[in-house]
């Protein structure tokens, strides 16, 4: 399920299953991890910003709204505030 999923599935699925979770993690780590680099001074806030951000997204995925926000704008507003 989760290679055919959408991004939006998947963001919308994250608070009940962990596979969704995970598969979004695999889709968007390397992203926000180049977010997060040009962002910050050391590997070692780019890590924290990357765990920081999937942290929150875990406990913002049930707030997320497909209608109001695709799911990249949706991560990246929650990496730039952990920035």
Known sequence: MADAA????LLVAIPQDVLAFE????RYFE???AFAAKRCASAE????VVAQTF???LAAA???????AQPAAFVFGIAGNVV
């Not at 959408?6 to 599935?9: F, I, K, R, Y």
């Not at 598969?23 to 695999?26: E, K, P, R, S, T």
């Not at 806030?45 to 924290?48: R, S």
């Open 6 to 9: 959408s991004d939006a599935d």
């Open 23 to 26: 598969a979004f993690y695999d």
């Open 31 to 33: 992203r926000v991890t």
């Open 45 to 48: 806030d780019v890590a924290d």
């Open 55 to 57: 942290i929150h997204l």
């Open 62 to 68: 049930e707030r997320y709204d497909p209608a109001r």
